[in-house]
């Protein structure tokens, strides 16, 4: 029989759009400024003990633009399981053109999860992680491609199955000035994983004067051997730049209980808060 290993770096991963380094290390350093994210989750404010989890990410570059240097942090609380991870990042940035870059990531770090053996949840263990990535860019476009994870587990003798999530995720979007004081930040995501159907978000964020945000993802797809409930849902930002350095932003998204919770007939939504520093900003961060 298989191990399991639970709950990894989904949140990580589904933060991606304000976060793109959460999926991809190649990113690590694209916006040249040194900036810091942090993001507190709470699922199910009705329900007591239920999910809630912090995120930390920072990144910047060093020689010029050249080299992107990055560390991101979680801490996840799910009912009676925790898990932490602590990953680090380094990207080199090519100039392809005067128009386009693209960025070679690595990503390493660890990883502290509960582990099963098909029967019984054990005590925490800490479980090496390693990823690639690449991100091409323009002023205008980007698209990436990344495996975040390339490690298979094993807890004894057995590969850990099922819960260690090893995705596939190529991405792409970009940036388009409707008018002198809207902007369109259009993004589309494929998630592909074994044993899974594949995943599709899409969606757009829109600026307006460069102060306030509004968007709108969605995602189809997902179920586990084509057999399980997808995870089909919708996200809804609101974002707000606060002077230079700050901005601040609060997501809700609509989404299934875990089974431990699919008793609750009550609201099921997941509230996310997000403060965003950058010391030194050159400009606008689209991205």
């Given at each position: 029989?298989?191990?399991?290993?639970?709950?990894?770096?989904?949140?990580?991963?589904?933060?991606?759009?304000?976060?793109?380094?959460?999926?991809?290390?190649?990113?690590?350093?694209?916006?040249?400024?040194?900036?810091?994210?942090?993001?507190?989750?709470?699922?199910?404010?009705?329900?007591?003990?239920?999910?809630?989890?912090?995120?930390?990410?920072?990144?910047?570059?060093?020689?010029?633009?050249?080299?992107?240097?990055g560390f991101q942090a979680l801490n996840d609380q799910t009912s009676y399981f925790t898990t932490t991870g602590f990953v680090g990042?380094?990207?080199?940035?090519?100039?392809?053109?005067?128009?386009?870059?693209?960025?070679?990531?690595?990503?390493?770090?660890?990883?502290?999860?509960?582990?099963?053996?098909?029967?019984?949840?054990?005590?925490?263990?800490?479980?090496?992680?390693?990823?690639?990535?690449?991100?091409?860019?323009?002023?205008?476009?980007?698209?990436?491609?990344?495996?975040?994870?390339?490690?298979?587990?094993?807890?004894?003798?057995?590969?850990?199955?099922?819960?260690?999530?090893?995705?596939?995720?190529?991405?792409?979007?970009?940036?388009?000035?409707?008018?002198?004081?809207?902007?369109?930040?259009?993004?589309?995501?494929?998630?592909?994983?074994?044993?899974?159907?594949?995943?599709?978000?899409?969606?757009?964020?829109?600026?307006?004067?460069?102060?306030?945000?509004?968007?709108?993802?969605?995602?189809?797809?997902?179920?586990?051997?084509?057999?399980?409930?997808?995870?089909?849902?919708?996200?809804?930002?609101?974002?707000?730049?606060?002077?230079?350095?700050?901005?601040?932003?609060?997501?809700?998204?609509?989404?299934?209980?875990?089974?431990?919770?699919?008793?609750?007939?009550?609201?099921?939504?997941?509230?996310?808060?997000?403060?965003?520093?950058?010391?030194?900003?050159?400009?606008?961060?689209?991205?």
């Open positions: 029989m298989n191990g399991a290993a639970f709950a990894q770096r989904e949140v990580l991963y589904e933060q991606y759009v304000q976060n793109p380094m959460a999926i991809n290390p190649g990113f690590t350093g694209v916006r040249e400024d040194f900036n810091m994210t942090a993001m507190f989750r709470r699922k199910w404010f009705n329900i007591q003990n239920s999910p809630t989890s912090q995120t930390f990410a920072a990144d910047g570059t060093v020689a010029d633009g050249k080299f992107g240097i990042s380094f990207a080199f940035h090519l100039g392809l053109s005067d128009t386009w870059k693209l960025g070679l990531g690595a990503q390493g770090g660890i990883n502290v999860l509960p582990v099963s053996d098909g029967t019984l949840i054990s005590n925490n263990r800490a479980l090496g992680s390693f990823g690639l990535g690449a991100w091409l860019r323009s002023e205008q476009w980007y698209l990436g491609v990344s495996k975040p994870e390339l490690l298979s587990q094993k807890f004894g003798d057995q590969a850990l199955g099922t819960f260690y999530r090893r995705p596939l995720y190529i991405t792409a979007g970009g940036s388009h000035q409707l008018s002198e004081d809207v902007m369109m930040l259009p993004h589309i995501l494929l998630i592909q994983e074994k044993d899974h159907d594949l995943r599709f978000d899409f969606g757009s964020r829109f600026w307006f004067k460069e102060k306030v945000g509004l968007g709108a993802s969605y995602r189809v797809g997902g179920g586990y051997n084509s057999a399980s409930a997808k995870v089909d849902y919708l996200q809804l930002t609101v974002e707000a730049q606060v002077g230079r350095n700050v901005r601040l932003g609060y997501f809700y998204s609509t989404r299934q209980a875990e089974q431990i919770y699919a008793q609750y007939s009550g609201p099921k939504g997941i509230h996310e808060l997000m403060l965003k520093f950058i010391p030194n900003p050159k400009g606008f961060q689209k991205f």
